[in-house]
């Protein structure tokens, strides 16, 4: 396995290196609202403390196991799929921070392609994580600059409709046809399925909004409301964050 994904990393360099840098810009834009926040409390409170690296670990590690168990759905082709790996990744953004949970869903694609490798040349890990870090960075900012319930809500709803609305439009633009050119798929082929499943696709515009908006608002929504039970339950456990300092529930 180790030796299939380093075949990958090579045949692809170039690709990597974009991934790398893509990486690197929204943890740089999660740091500037972080600190923006951390300003705004008056608090000393250290972004990448100790603690919060040994999280950050713990949940990507908890993430990236998610990940490798994800399920179809009826209403889109067989090579979409969902999975639950954004719930660790959401739940340590509200606890530790944007920084934290943008993190967590880089390194779940490295626990994932570990374990599993990548079967697209990386394109589908690339998209896992930016269309979950649609949903992860914005909540977990807004959270960020007032910790109460009814914030979390107003967090997840945003994440839910950003991640939606950046997905559906990431899949017209980039993905079905860079999916298209890497298998040898005619782009007809691809939206065929579609209409197969739903005869109201009939190009690749109709296809993102019956299949793919659909697909992103359910898995946004199913986050979100595990999020809201379950982050309340496991607070008490993670709730000093890296400074020591308790964080508010939601």
Known sequence: MGNGLMQAVADNAGFVLV??????ILVGIAYAFEKAAVLKNGSRERILATRKIVMIGMFSAVAGILYCFDFGV?????FYKVDFSELPALIAGFAFGPVAGVLVEFLKQVVKLLLKSTSTAFVGDLANFLVGSMLVLPASIIYRFKKSRSTAMI??????VIMTVFGTWFNAIYLLPTFSKLFGMPLDAILGMGTAINPNVTDIT???????APLNLLKGSVISVLT???????SPIIKYGASGQESATA
């Open 228 to 234: 809201m039970l379950v982050y309340k339950k496991i």
């Open 74 to 78: 009826p209403f889109a082709p067989g």
């Open 19 to 24: 991934c790398l840098l893509t990486v690197v």
């Open 155 to 160: 967090a997840c709803t945003v994440g839910t």
């Open 206 to 212: 109709s296809f993102v909004i019956w299949m793919v």
